[in-house]
C-alpha cells in the first residue's frame, strides 16, 4: 500500500493578543522542515504572500541551499500578477530563473513526467477563509498528486485574517466546483491545514499525518 508523508507546520501566535513578535508561521519553522528537503529536487506551490518577514521563501530556502525545481503556478501567478481569473501560462521567473509550472492554465495537475523529477512539494499560500479562493482548491489537488505518485507534500500552515467568525450558509455537494471543493460555510474561520484535517483526506488510511 503506497503512503505518502503529510508534514503540517502550523502557525503559533498567542490567542488572547496577537502582537506581530508573536506569529510564527509555517515558513519559519526551519529547523522542522529544512532536514526533509536537504539534498531533494523540491517543488514549491507559492505565489507573492509566500513571505518570511520582508524576504519571500523561495530566496531564503535559495540562500538555505534547497535545490527548488519548480514552481507551480496558482490563480493571480507566482508573482500575483495576474487577474482574478486569468489564466497562467507555464515560463521561467526572471528573478531566480527556476520552472514555473501553471496549474492555473491548460493543465490542473503535475504529469508524471513532471513529478518524476520531483522529491518533495512544499505549499506555502495565504487564505482568507472563504469557500470560493482557489487556493483550497489547489491544496486538494496538490494532496491528490502525492498520494497517486508517492510524494511527501509539506503543508506550510498561516493564519486565517477572518479566523475569529464563521458565517452563511454550508455548500450543498451538488455545487462542488473549482471554486469550492468542500461543503463548508461561506466564511469558514479554518486555515489551509485545518481544511485538510477536516476533508476527506483526514480519513484516507494510505495518509501519514
Known amino acids: 500500500m503506497k503512503k505518502i508523508a503529510l508534514l503540517v507546520l502550523l502557525s503559533f501566535v498567542n490567542p488572547v493578543q496577537v502582537e506581530s513578535a508573536d506569529l510564527v508561521v509555517g515558513a519559519e519553522r526551519f529547523a522542522e522542515y529544512i532536514p526533509l528537503v536537504k539534498n531533494k529536487s523540491v517543488a514549491m506551490m507559492v505565489?507573492?504572500?509566500?513571505?518570511?518577514?520582508?524576504?519571500?521563501?523561495?530566496?531564503?530556502?535559495?540562500?538555505?541551499?534547497?535545490?527548488?525545481?519548480?514552481?507551480?503556478?496558482?490563480?493571480?501567478?507566482?508573482?500575483?500578477?495576474?487577474?482574478?481569473?486569468?489564466?497562467?501560462?507555464?515560463?521561467?521567473?526572471?528573478?531566480?530563473?527556476?520552472?514555473?509550472?501553471?496549474?492555473?492554465?491548460?493543465?490542473?495537475?503535475?504529469?508524471?513526467?513532471?513529478?518524476e523529477k520531483i522529491d518533495v512539494l512544499i505549499y506555502d499560500l495565504q487564505d482568507v477563509g472563504v469557500r470560493f479562493y482557489t487556493y483550497s482548491r489547489s491544496l486538494h489537488d496538490l494532496l491528490q498528486t502525492c498520494h497517486q505518485h508517492n510524494k511527501t507534500l509539506i503543508v506550510l500552515d498561516r493564519p486565517n485574517p477572518n479566523g475569529d467568525y464563521i458565517a452563511g450558509p454550508l455548500l450543498k455537494p451538488e455545487f462542488i466546483s473549482g471554486l469550492s471543493v468542500d461543503p463548508l460555510p461561506l466564511v469558514h474561520g479554518l486555515t489551509m491545514a485545518c481544511l485538510l484535517y477536516t476533508s476527506d483526506a483526514a480519513d484516507d488510511p494510505t495518509l501519514v499525518w
Open 47 to 115: 505565489n507573492q504572500s509566500s513571505l518570511v518577514a520582508e524576504q519571500h521563501l523561495v530566496d531564503v530556502l535559495l540562500t538555505k541551499d534547497v535545490n527548488i525545481n519548480a514552481i507551480l503556478a496558482v490563480e493571480h501567478g507566482f508573482r500575483g500578477k495576474a487577474g482574478a481569473g486569468e489564466k497562467i501560462d507555464s515560463s521561467i521567473d526572471a528573478e531566480t530563473g527556476i520552472d514555473i509550472i501553471s496549474l492555473y492554465g491548460k493543465q490542473r495537475y503535475l504529469t508524471s513526467e513532471q513529478m
